[in-house]
């Protein structure tokens, strides 16, 4: 006889990595986040509740963090809270990782114009004029803020919200924006509206490609 452990999913504990992968989850700091089964996606919304940031997580699931799927019974309670997902045809771990390896790249690519420069944002990475631009966790927080509103008006109050932490302080804003500003090399690419908030200076429409 050969004992055989069985597949289980057990509650991870309160103030753990799991509570650190969820938050990073609602605050954008991933490109895609992998499912391999139901109970482990309903574990991540259940989570999310209970840290009482349901919204936020919900809100960078049906934009900027991609939900990608082991196959369709894992997608359903994603898909019951408006979560768009993602799967490769054959439900095998292989298949997934190929999918991730080949989709990932299309879906975290945005291009668009802004104060006369062309930027791009490829992942993690951003360019500006073809040229690499480090930015920090913050600073591309702040630029995915932006570029989900082209040339729109985003408050203080949302941009802290998408910033890593848990401060209250919109002063912590105005800091990520100034270096945000000094990594892009060109502080005319994000402006300032007074008591509003910040925009891109953009020149044209932006472009998911």
Known sequence: MVPIRVYRWKPA?????????????????FDAVTFTSAPAAAAVLERSRE?????QLLAALRTDVHAMCVGPVTS??????GVPTSAPERMR????????????????SCTFKA???VIEIRGTSVLVDDSVKPLSPSGMAILRALVHRPGGVVSRGDLLRVLPGDGSDTHAVDTAVLRLRT??????????????GYRLAVDSRHDDV
Do not use: C, M, S, Y
Request: charged share 25%; aromatic share 2%.
């Open 93 to 108: 771990l292989g298949a997934l990782a190929r999918h991730i390896a080949e989709e990932l790249p299309l879906l975290g």
């Open 13 to 29: 504990p309160l103030g753990g990595v799991f509570d650190h992968l969820v938050t990073g989850i609602a605050r954008r700091q």
């Open 115 to 117: 104060a006369g420069h």
């Open 76 to 81: 359903r309670p994603l898909i019951r809270k």
């Open 183 to 196: 990594a892009l090399g060109d502080k005319n690419i994000v402006a300032t509206v007074v008591k509003r």
């Open 51 to 55: 840290l009482d940031i349901e919204d």
